[in-house]
């Protein structure tokens, strides 16, 4: 079967020292390669430098976070009522916050576990190249 890739287009609202929240475009990727992480980019024009930013975290951390408050480390989700949920970034330069529809994430974790299943992530990771990816051809 081939691993396919899974991204999902979501529309965010940048949370932001400036008056009122604004929409920008943002992509969920999945892939099976990878069973346990989800990425999250931003497109150039949101940081503070200019290039696009990309963030890897737990699908795990992403489940949990649409139920209850998630996470310790630089990547934090939680529900924000019913229909939202929000999403902290840290690093040196401050942090991040954004807000999604619930609905949008419930879909594309719909999509992932169709991948692969919750608990099966195991039997996708591909540890031997991993570990030839990080010590090279020795």
């Known amino acids: 079967m081939p691993t ?14 400036a008056p009122g929240p604004h ?13 346990l ?15 696009a ?6 699908r795990e951390l992403l489940a949990d976070g649409l139920h209850t408050p998630a996470g310790r480390g630089d990547v934090r989700v939680r529900p924000y009522g019913p ?4 999403m902290e970034f840290h690093a040196d330069e401050g942090v991040a916050m954004v807000q999604m529809r619930t609905a949008d994430v ?3 974790l ?3 576990y169709t991948a692969v299943p919750a608990g099966q992530e ?3 990771l591909d540890v031997d190249g991993g570990l030839a990816e990080l010590f090279g051809a020795a």
Request: aromatic share 8%; proline share 8%; no cysteine.
């Open 106 to 108: 419930q879909r594309f």
């Open 4 to 17: 396919r890739v899974i991204d999902q287009a979501v529309q965010v609202r940048l949370i932001a020292t």
């Open 23 to 35: 929409a920008v475009p943002a992509v969920l990727h999945y892939q099976p390669a990878d069973p």
């Open 122 to 124: 195991q039997a996708h």
């Open 83 to 86: 229909e939202r949920t929000v």
């Open 37 to 51: 992480a989800v990425r999250m980019s931003f497109p150039p024009e949101i940081s503070l430098d200019g290039a």
């Open 110 to 112: 719909a999509r992932s």
């Open 53 to 58: 930013v990309d963030w890897a975290f737990a």
